[in-house]
T-cell receptor, first 110, second 112 residues
């Protein structure tokens, strides 16, 4: 079992829809959770982080964390073609290491 | 702009050679981590440093080594290069809270 797992996609949504990206992790002692966006040929760009159970909103983005279920998600409201990218879930585990999932490719169709 | 820079941008080496990659972090960023990203994969954690001490290492062999310097710069050294070492190498830096980690643009290493 991988330490951080994501569906590789591609996930395709129409413009204006809500995109839902999911991530599970195996280390129950994990401390903080991150969502990064990576455009092709570029380095990852931090979208947001969360470390408490519940929701955290920033503009069109909402991160949700459920530590009991070891699950973290990212919702993108009013998706735009410019949101088309690979979304990486990363977890700071109990040992302090930043572990990434394999990424979910999102395609927003005009 | 994250304030994190890396050099060189691209590098071509041959199998068996050694390489040094460099990263310069923002002032005040005491933590730096290095990651290897193969094509189509997520970044793989190599190691991280906090205040010039290594404090975490992933599943990489000892020929991957690093240093962090007091001026917020760091190095990744790879000895005895193998073909599978071809990848994008990313450094990320952040403050002591371990929350926000910002990536540099990466160094694309090709081993022939």
């Amino acid at each position: 079992q991988k330490e951080v797992e994501q569906n590789s996609g591609p996930l395709s949504v129409p413009e204006g829809a809500i995109a839902s990206l999911n991530c599970t992790y195996s280390d129950r002692g994990s401390q903080s959770f991150f969502w990064y966006r990576q455009y092709s040929g570029k380095s990852p760009e931090l979208i947001m982080f969360i470390y408490s159970n519940g929701d955290k909103e920033d503009g069109r983005f909402t991160a949700q964390l459920n530590k009991a279920s070891q699950y973290v998600s990212l919702l993108i409201r009013d998706s735009q073609p410019s949101d088309s990218a690979t979304y990486l879930c990363a977890v700071r585990n109990q040992g302090g290491k930043l572990i990434f999932g394999q990424g979910t490719e999102l395609s927003v169709k005009p | 702009e994250t304030g994190v820079t890396q050099s060189p941008t691209h590098l071509i080496k041959t199998r068996g050679q050694q390489v040094t990659l460099r990263c310069s972090s923002q002032s005040g960023h005491n933590t730096v981590s290095w990651h290897q990203q193969a094509l189509g994969q997520g970044p793989q954690f190599i190691f991280q440093y906090y205040r010039e001490e290594e404090n975490g290492r992933g599943n990489f062999p000892p020929r991957f080594s690093g240093l962090q310097f007091p001026n917020y710069s760091s190095e990744l050294n790879v000895n005895a290069l193998e073909l599978d070492d071809s990848a994008l190498y990313l450094c990320a830096s952040g403050g002591a809270t371990y929350n926000e980690q910002f990536f540099g643009p990466g160094t694309r290493l090709t081993v022939l």
